[in-house]
């Protein structure tokens, strides 16, 4: 299964004014960490800011204004990371200036740095996964991409220009038939590359979710993953052919943008039939999957952001996680947990390292 070659942890986590967080420097050994405190204390906006270093986005799907602590101009998040090459990442935001670095030099190309430092996350928003709508099964096909495949991202970028100037063009009383010519040469050439890149990743994805599922799940549900392109044939004559509705509707109405992964249970549609369970089940299992992707293609165990999910789980679903994290403990990763004194897990054990959240600090207990 999984290959281990590297190890990469956080090994300094710094913060000012970060939701909070008026200050906080702290440093983390590879392993396991817990960390323990009331609501509201501060735990979950921990693990949002380790995310935001891995992935430049909130997990729970916030833009930069809310990150900032009330009152105050901008934040800053820095990372030390350490393994295959230490690097030091420094991002400040505010609404005037937004500034990112890596080892003192600015990034200038998302996808250059993309890879420094990987996250996985499992959250309650997870559950949208399962129940929400295509948009957020979109973005987890393209996070996958997008830190797994160099040009990836790029290559979306570029679909969702052309796609937002091709929309913007349908939306005028009488569009260029030339420049409209130009944004759809584009947008079929691009779109092409991202649904062949979906094509060929959810099997992979979805074996890995199978077994997943099949570790926590109690009962013997199959679980599968349908990539289903909203193109069915060529997207070229596709395209010709929507255009009395692309008229009419005045925007793009085919193309990777419209694509869903179909998730089912035992063939049929989870989001329509599966119980609670299942569905939480469910995006456990996609979070585990991802997780395990990262490792086999890049070697390199993610560091592994837990919130609250444990709690929700019953015993026997909190089982199937734990390979997971034992994996990453063992293979020098690191794994971040958050939890209220009522539920934690105390299968977990020993060798843990546990903090103490409150008000917007953070203390070692050991
Ligand atoms: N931008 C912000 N500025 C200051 N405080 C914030 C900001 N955003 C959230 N908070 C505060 O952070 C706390 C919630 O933190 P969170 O990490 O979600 O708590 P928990 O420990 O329950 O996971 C609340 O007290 C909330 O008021
Ligand atoms: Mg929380």
């Known amino acids: 299964m999984t290959r281990q070659t590297g190890r990469v942890h956080l090994a300094q986590l710094r913060l000012r004014d970060f939701r909070n967080y008026p200050r906080l420097d702290a440093s983390f050994v590879p392993g396991f960490h817990v960390l323990l405190g009331d609501n509201a204390q501060g735990k ?20 930069g204004a809310q990150l900032v602590r009330h009152g105050a101009a901008g934040y800053f998040v820095g990372a030390t990371v350490v393994g295959q090459g230490n690097h030091e990442i420094k991002a400040y935001w505010s609404v005037k200036e937004r500034n990112l670095t890596v080892d003192g030099r600015p990034v200038r190309r998302l996808n250059e740095y993309y890879g420094t430092l990987r996250a996985v ?29 160099p040009g990836y991202l790029a290559r979306l970028l570029r679909y969702t220009r052309a796609l937002r100037s091709r929309n913007a063009l ?22 092409n590359q ?26 013997t549900d199959e679980l599968t993953l349908d990539y289903t392109p909203s193109v069915r044939g060529d997207f070229a004559v596709e395209l010709a052919k929507a255009r009395t509705r692309e008229r009419t509707l005045r925007t793009t109405v085919i193309g990777p943008h419209r694509d869903d992964l179909v998730l089912r249970l035992n063939e049929r549609s989870a989001a329509q039939f599966g ?13 585990m999957a991802q997780a395990e992707y990262f490792s086999a293609v890049h070697g390199v165990m993610p560091v592994l952001l837990i919130d609250d999910v444990m709690g929700e789980l019953d015993a026997r679903r909190r089982a199937g ?37 409150e008000k917007g600090t953070l203390r070692q207990q050991g």
């Open 170 to 191: 349908l939306r005028q009383p009488r569009p260029d038939d030339q420049i409209l010519e130009g944004f759809t040469h584009e947008l079929i050439e691009l779109g």
């Open 44 to 63: 979950t906006n921990v693990l949002e800011a380790v995310y935001l270093l891995a992935t430049l986005r909130s997990f729970r799907g916030v833009g």
């Open 194 to 219: 991202l649904m062949e890149a979906r094509r060929d990743l959810v099997p992979r994805v979805s074996v890995l979710a199978r077994a997943a599922y099949g570790r926590i799940a109690p009962d």
């Open 275 to 287: 119980s609670e369970g299942q569905k939480r089940t469910l995006a456990v299992a996609l979070k």
């Open 121 to 149: 996350v499992f959250c309650t928003e997870d559950l949208q996964l399962v129940k929400g709508v295509s948009r957020g099964r979109r973005r987890f096909l393209d996070l996958l991409l997008a830190q797994t495949q």
């Open 321 to 357: 996680l734990i390979p997971l994290l034992d994996l990453a403990h063992r293979s020098g990763g690191q794994v971040f947990m958050t939890c209220t004194e009522e539920n934690w897990p105390q299968e977990l054990g020993t060798g843990l390292h546990r903090w103490r959240v």
